[in-house]
């Protein structure tokens, strides 16, 4: 909290008075990131979702997997995490339902997962870190897999 106070410029006691506590200051934190990430991935249509994904997690990406290797040692990312999941999931219906019509039950449960996995922050971390693709080539490639999904 000395070091947000420091490159805030403002006094310690200001940060601690208006969080209380660090996990009141990461969950502030975390609230301010999520309704940006939001902000950006849903104010565009379908043919822009992956390109707009990609810039989300080239911004906050390694952020997310660090926060991932914490998940289940450290509680105070686990509700982020979850609604995190929650968003993810939501959006991705949204941006790629075409490729639910018509699809009901176990079907529908399974396509939604595969588009899910396609555009997961794990997905752009081994087509970006892993395999070294560029920038253009990560947003090809889900784009590819995205639309492999779309075949019935």
């Known amino acids: 909290m000395r070091d947000v106070a420091s490159t805030a410029g403002v006094a310690l006691q200001t940060v601690v008075n208006h969080f209380a ?12 990131t999520a309704a940006s990430i939001d902000r950006a991935r849903w104010g565009v249509d ?23 290797a914490l998940e289940g040692r450290i509680s105070v990312v686990e509700p982020v995490l979850a609604l995190g999941r929650r968003r993810h999931q939501e959006w991705v219906e949204h941006m790629f339902g075409a490729a639910l019509e018509g ?34 080539q990560t947003i090809t490639a889900m784009r590819e897999l995205v639309a492999a999904l779309h075949v019935r």
């Open 21 to 32: 506590t660090k996990e009141a200051l990461f969950a502030a934190a975390c609230e301010r």
């Open 46 to 68: 379908p043919e822009r979702a992956i390109a707009t994904l990609i810039d989300d997690y080239e911004r906050t990406g390694d952020m997310t997997l660090r926060m991932l």
């Open 103 to 136: 699809l009901e039950g176990q079907q529908r449960k399974r396509r939604l997962a595969q588009l899910v996995v396609v555009c997961d922050v794990y997905t752009w971390k081994l087509l970006r870190r892993d395999k070294g693709l560029s920038r253009a």
